[in-house]
């Protein structure tokens, strides 16, 4: 998907991320799961677990986007024996 499409689904978006929900941080192009939010700020963890980080503008993934990236995390514990 190109950069543009993510911008217009970001400011196109159904309202706020609920947390749990998986998002693509516009600034840093990182995704995370929402963890909550506070001031206007979302704060954000890897799918695989990690430290969270806050993004300010944010993007729902497609459905394509969510299966693919949860499927990456999910072989990635299978490679490493985890």
Do not use: C, F, H
Request: no cysteine.
């Amino acid at each position: 998907m190109a950069t543009t499409e993510r911008a217009q689904e970001a400011t196109a978006g159904s309202g706020e991320p609920e947390v749990g929900q998986l998002v693509r941080d516009m600034t840093t192009d990182k995704v995370g799961v929402v963890m909550g939010d506070w001031a206007g700020r979302y704060m954000l963890r890897p799918l695989g677990g990690g430290l969270e980080w806050d993004a300010v503008k944010v993007a729902p993934l497609s459905a394509r986007e969510e299966l693919s990236i949860r499927l990456a995390v999910a072989n990635s514990g299978n490679r490493w024996g985890k």
